[in-house]
């Protein structure tokens, strides 16, 4: 088993684009392919998961909500 983790200090930098996109090329060159996101600044609203699961890998199990965190993840970055 293989393991890709992406992960950066900007919302909206793409991300999750980067791995919906090599999730379905993944895919379609055969592979099992799993996606997980475990923190979101915006959990409760992050539409990132259920589309990236659902509609692009076709998971019928229920999507469980992402975990938010207890505070800012970089607060030197907080304005």
Known sequence: MNIIQVDGNIQGS??????????????????????YKPFSSSASEDPDPPFIAIELLGVSAPVHPVTPPDGPITPELEQ
Do not use: F, T
């Not at 991300?15 to 799993?34: H, M, P, Q, T, W």
């Open 14 to 35: 793409g991300k999750s684009s980067i791995i919906g996109a090599l999730s379905l090329y993944l895919r379609e060159k055969g592979k099992k392919v799993s996606y």
